[in-house]
């Protein structure tokens, strides 16, 4: 059995109707598709117990019949209404559970006026799948983090004064898809200065350059086939001060006792405390306004969660990223993020750019 099959399997255990239905469109899903049939295109899925169905339309026909195996592939354009809803009629399936949090209401609204089905809302059983990778799954994670290890590798020296934020950004997303990598993970945050402290900030929108003295963080990761990593290391433009340098060595003794903290049996909430309180005793428990850490695979951010309202409890083979982090609004912040395998006794951790002390730049 193919593991896409077994992942389909898994599926119909954890659902209570026969049936589970997925519709990537307009790039509503493409996870779903591509974990439960490596397909990356616009169709919709239908599994059960007896019959795995791809539906999609001539543009992806041929795509679909090389990405996946032992799927009943069928073409044509109502693979998001009448033919869905067909399908399941034909094969006596009068009831199917689908993701409520990747289907829209105008979408479920259509399928009930095309048929006599009943459909079941489930938030995302299969993103509780993906929560612990298979063997592949990690290659392909451990793969991603070495690109983005030996873009930033390449980067770092290139980096000199005056150059805009949105410029090193294109750089590294140059690095990136020069290597064997299907792309960003995300939108690459480069920023500098003030910026450092807009968690999730866009250079494209209104780079500034570097000056001397400035923070300057990186925050990005690479995409092997569909698996994401995420690191966040952070720089300083000549020479450091000295309150840099104090709260780097907070935020990365922060990331060094969580990383030794992050084991199977721990719940998000214990690892995310262990930074969290080193902060707080620090004196910069108001500094840290996000979580410790999130879930990475197909998608940047997944389960399970590492903060302090994480219902989780770490398993082995699950990857969360650690990323602690102080930050100063209108003056700058520092994180360090690292990627880590959940193992039975501590975390294998994947990203390996240096981080023990803060290095200057430009
Ligand atoms: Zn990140
Ligand atoms: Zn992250």
Redesign the pocket.
């Known amino acids: 059995m193919t593991d896409y099959a077994l992942r389909r399997q898994r599926l119909l255990e954890t659902i209570t109707t026969e049936a589970f239905i997925a519709t990537n469109w307009e790039g509503s899903d493409p996870v779903t598709l591509r974990y439960l049939s490596g397909f990356t295109g616009e169709g919709s899925l239908i599994i059960s117990r007896d019959h795995a169905i791809l539906l999609t339309d001539s543009r992806y026909t041929e795509q679909a019949s090389q990405e996946t195996s032992g799927l009943d592939i069928q073409e044509g354009r109502g693979w998001n209404g009448q033919d869905l809803v067909d399908g399941l009629t034909q094969h006596s399936l009068t009831q199917a559970t689908f993701s409520s949090i990747r289907a829209s209401v105008y979408w479920l609204k259509e399928l009930e006026k095309l048929g006599n089905l009943k459909f079941v809302a489930e938030k995302d059983p299969v993103s509780q799948l993906r929560r612990v990778k298979s063997p592949e799954e990690l290659d392909h994670l451990r793969a991603a983090a070495k690109v983005a290890d030996a873009a930033l590798a390449e980067l770092v020296p290139w980096i000199k004064v005056g150059m805009s934020e949105a410029e090193i950004a294109l750089q590294l997303e140059m690095l990136i898809r020069s290597a064997d990598a299907e792309g960003s993970a995300?939108g690459i945050?480069v920023s500098a200065g003030a910026n450092t402290a807009l968690n999730h900030y866009n250079p494209f929108h209104h780079a500034v350059s570097l000056k001397p003295g400035d923070l300057l963080l990186l925050?990005?990761?690479a995409n092997v086939k569909g698996y994401r990593s995420?690191?966040?290391r952070t720089f300083v433009v000549g020479k450091p001060s000295a309150r840099d340098r104090e709260i780097y060595d907070i935020v990365l003794k922060a990331n060094c006792r969580a990383i030794d903290a992050v084991r199977a049996g721990i719940t998000g909430i214990a690892a995310d405390a262990v930074a969290r309180d080193l902060i707080k005793e620090a004196g910069f428990g108001d500094n840290f306004g996000h979580g410790l850490g999130h879930g990475i695979g197909l998608e940047?951010h997944e389960a399970p969660s590492l903060s302090p309202l994480s219902k989780d409890t770490l398993e082995p083979g699950m990857v969360v990223?650690i990323?602690p982090g102080i930050y100063f609004t209108g003056i700058g912040g520092v994180?360090i993020?690292d990627d880590a395998i959940v193992t039975e006794t501590g975390c294998e951790i994947i990203t390996a750019f240096p981080k023990e002390e803060l290095i200057s730049v430009g």
């Open positions: 995300f945050n925050d990005f990761g995420d690191i966040t940047v990223t990323e994180r993020e």
